[in-house]
Every structure is written in structure tokens, then in C-alpha cells.
């Protein structure tokens, strides 16, 4: 597939920038999208990464947990967004069932995103337990994103979506899988709510990106899902999540606007008609 940035004037964002900017100190900027649409006002605002996550599950489809999606959907997302994107770094979560406990699953699904969607990396969820997949996803030329904290595809052994890592050991179990997951050669690892004090222990015990979701300050950046800091989603207000705009407010009057207008034979006007 040939690539839209070569043809504009557009320096595309690599795992090689991320990590100079973590070098230098500039922070990460991502957040998710799952469309065209979406994804073409990031890359226009200047997004650094654009994460195609399986919270589509919950905010596409409205699913209560990331499990349901399927390796196709994700696809279908991913590809979706990639025709949009001439700058930003597109990664694209594998999703549940696609890459535990069989390697070979694994980069086979690794594969399909890469060659069906033409994204720039996966990221997937776990430490030293899915360590053979990400092995096997990197020998294959394809750059791999950790994720450790709260692992929303493992909802159900944890019970609950609440703060990781508050337990010793499980802090300790963290630290390690993040030593594992650069010694592997992730070129990045998403830290989901833990106490932003560990977030730094962990940043500094590595010296590859970590980009946090409700882990405080002291990581090399952050990110946010697209619908929770625009306000389009209502129901779901971590304390870690800063709104930006309370566009749900704004849809609704703007189609409660429509309504009155098409029901008050106040639109098409004269001029919107041919
Ligand atoms: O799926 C997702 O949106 C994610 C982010 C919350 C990091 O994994």
C-alpha cells in the first residue's frame, strides 16, 4: 500500500519521533477514533498518535465491556481511519481472543490489521503472560504498544474498573511486566489508572515512552478516548477525565433545532431548494 504522506508535505509521525520527543521532553498527545471522520479533525489538529482502541466496543457499539469486538471490526475501524490520517501515528488494539496464550494467533491477527487496515503498530494488554505474542508480533517487523494497569479486557478476573496497583505486590507484578515489555521491544506502554506517584516509578525505570490514562502527570503522555473529553458520552466521568466540550448538549439542541424547523415548515427555505 503507498502511503498518502509521501505525496503531501506531511513529516508522519514514527515510533522514531516518539521516542526523540520523549528524549527531549515534548509530551505525547493521543487520543482514540474508530472513523474517517473523526480521525481526518485529529490528524488536522495535529494529533501525534491516534488510537483506534476496542473501547469501540463501548462507544461504536455499546457494549458493556471491550471483549465482544471482533479481529473484523477492529478492521473495519482501523481501515477507516487509516484513509484518513496523513500525519499521525495510527495503533490499532488487538482485540480480546486475538493474541493470549497462542503466538501464532497472535501474529496472525497482528498480521491481518497491518496488511487489511495499513496502521502503523498494534498495542494489546498484559505483561510477561502474553510476552511469546509480542516476541513473535515484533520478529515480524510490526512495532507493539504495552498496556498494564487496569487491562479492560481482563475486567472480569479484576471485578471491577477501579485503580490498579493500590496492592504491593500487584505494583510490584506492574513494575516488572514494564521492565519485560521494553526488554521485548515495545516501543511504547499505555499506563491505565494507577496512583500517578507509581505511574513516575515506573516512567522512571524504563526509557521508552509511557503514555497514561488517570496516571497522573509524571508520563511521557496522554490519552484520552475522543467521546469521553468531548462530552459526547454522558454516563462515564472518571476523576482523571477532563471534559473539553459538552458536545452532546450541543447535537441534541442542534437536532431538537432541525425538529422544530422541519415541523414548522421552516425548512427547506426558498433558497435550500432547487
Ligand atoms: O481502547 C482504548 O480506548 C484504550 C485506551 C483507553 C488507552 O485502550
Known amino acids: 500500500m503507498t502511503a498518502n504522506y509521501l505525496y503531501r508535505d506531511v513529516t508522519k509521525v514514527t515510533t522514531n519521533t516518539l521516542q526523540r520527543m520523549h528524549n527531549e521532553g515534548e509530551k505525547i498527545a493521543m487520543l482514540t477514533a474508530y472513523d474517517y471522520s473523526t480521525a481526518k479533525l485529529l490528524d488536522m489538529a495535529k494529533i501525534d498518535v491516534i488510537l483506534v482502541g476496542d473501547s469501540a466496543a463501548n462507544v461504536m457499539a455499546g457494549y458493556k465491556t471491550t471483549l465482544p469486538i471482533t479481529l473484523d471490526d477492529m478492521i473495519y475501524h482501523a481501515s477507516s481511519v487509516v484513509r484518513a490520517v496523513d500525519r499521525a501515528l495510527v495503533v490499532v488494539d488487538l482485540p480480546f481472543g486475538t493474541y493470549q496464550g497462542n503466538s501464532k494467533e497472535a501474529l496472525h491477527s497482528a498480521i491481518r490489521i497491518m496488511k487489511e487496515s495499513g496502521a502503523d503498530a498494534v498495542k494489546l494488554e498484559g505483561g510477561v503472560e502474553v510476552k511469546e505474542s509480542i516476541d513473535r508480533i515484533l520478529s515480524a517487523g510490526i512495532p507493539v504498544m504495552g498496556h498494564l494497569g487496569l487491562t479492560p479486557q481482563s475486567i472480569n478476573k479484576f471485578g471491577t474498573y477501579s485503580v490498579r496497583a493500590t496492592d504491593p505486590r500487584e505494583a510490584e507484578k506492574i513494575l516488572a511486566d514494564a521492565k519485560v515489555l521494553e526488554q521485548c521491544g515495545c516501543f511504547a506502554i499505555v499506563l491505565e489508572k494507577i496512583p500517578a506517584l507509581f505511574a513516575k516509578e515506573v516512567s522512571e ?37 477532563r471534559r473539553y466540550h459538552n458536545l452532546s448538549e450541543e447535537i441534541i439542541n442542534a437536532i431538537g433545532h432541525y425538529i422544530h424547523d422541519v415541523k414548522n415548515l421552516d425548512f427547506p427555505s426558498e433558497k435550500e431548494q432547487y
Not at 508520563?219 to 459526547?232: A, R
Open 205 to 241: 525505570s524504563i526509557s521508552i515512552p509511557t503514555i497514561g490514562i488517570g496516571a497522573g502527570p509524571h508520563v511521557s503522555g496522554q490519552v484520552l478516548v475522543f467521546h469521553d473529553m468531548m462530552g459526547i458520552t454522558q454516563q462515564f466521568s472518571p476523576r482523571y477525565l
